[in-house]
């Protein structure tokens, strides 16, 4: 029930995204006052998981290591932002608070997942 | 270091920045009326402070920091009071370039940026427990 779709793997994928998603959040949110600071966002959940589908293996120390799963906080497309300040300062506190409510929501939605397929698990344990 | 852990980490700064903020407003409000120490002298001079970010080797990430607190070089404000100590041979007295209503709107401007970062923060932390929480069902 739970290996085929690699639930647990992909939960937790989907929590060190949203982790750096919120790091990224806040890091906006303390330089909303920084001129000349431009907000910076995570490339979307699929992108960076069609990235990281072909993993190479490294069997020795000198290998060069593919970065398996790495999030990074980039600057977005020009106009993702809402608004940019006479100090080209773009982050709209606003635009910052929303993204922080859809990454609790998907947080919250990811755990829930995560607890309920672990309770039919220890179901099917203990009979 | 964990993302969490990094944006807290990014979040105190911000607290800090903004709270030193504060700080630079309560100064410029409280030295709104001081003159010169001797008769002619300049008064207090609004103090300006800016913010700069700067990258934290340990996380990857840009914290903000205080950059320089600056004096504003706006003109003072001259009064006619041949009474005050401060007062010049004509009677004029330097005060402070210091404006109350731009001192409570920066005000208000921290404060809105200090709440939007411990709003931040706040979450941060409940993403935690939710995933500690995790541990819960799972006896």
Redesign the interface.
Same mark, same amino acid.
């Given at each position: 029930m739970v290996e085929p779709v690699f639930l647990f793997d992909l939960v937790e994928k989907q929590? #060190?995204w /949203? #982790?750096?998603r919120?790091?990224a959040? #806040?890091?906006n949110?303390?330089?909303?006052?920084?001129?000349g600071?431009k907000a910076?966002d995570v490339t979307s959940f699929s992108k960076v998981m069609d990235r990281s589908a072909l993993e190479l293996a490294g069997t020795n120390g000198l290998h060069i290591q593919t970065a398996a799963f790495d999030p990074?906080?980039s600057s977005p497309k020009d106009g993702a932002n809402w608004e940019t300040s006479l100090s080209g300062n773009s982050v709209s /506190?606003e635009q910052?608070?929303m993204k922080?409510g859809e990454?609790?929501g998907a947080?919250?939605l990811g755990?829930n997942i995560?607890?309920s397929f672990?309770?039919m698990w220890?179901a099917t344990l203990k009979g | 270091m964990d993302a969490l852990e990094a944006s807290m980490k990014i979040s105190g700064a911000g607290l800090e920045a903004q709270s030193s903020r504060l700080r630079v407003v309560a100064e410029n409000m409280a030295n709104a009326r001081s003159t010169g120490p001797v008769a002619g002298a300049n008064p207090y001079v609004r103090k300006t402070v800016t913010f700069a970010n700067e990258l934290d080797r340990a996380t990857g990430a840009e914290l903000v920091h205080v950059g320089a607190v600056g004096v504003d070089r706006s003109p003072f404000r001259v009064e006619h009071d041949p009474g005050n100590p401060a007062a010049d041979k004509n009677g004029n007295v330097k005060f402070p370039n210091v404006n109350i209503l731009t001192e409570v709107a920066d005000m208000r401007e921290a404060n809105r940026a200090y709440e939007a970062n411990l709003q931040v923060m706040k979450q941060t932390r409940d993403l935690l427990t939710m995933t500690i929480d995790l541990l819960k069902g799972s006896q």
């Open positions: 929590r #060190s /949203l #982790s750096a919120q790091s959040v #806040s890091q949110v303390a330089n909303a006052n920084t001129p600071y910076v990074r906080p /506190l910052e608070m922080a990454i609790r947080f919250s755990t995560m607890k672990h309770g220890m | -």
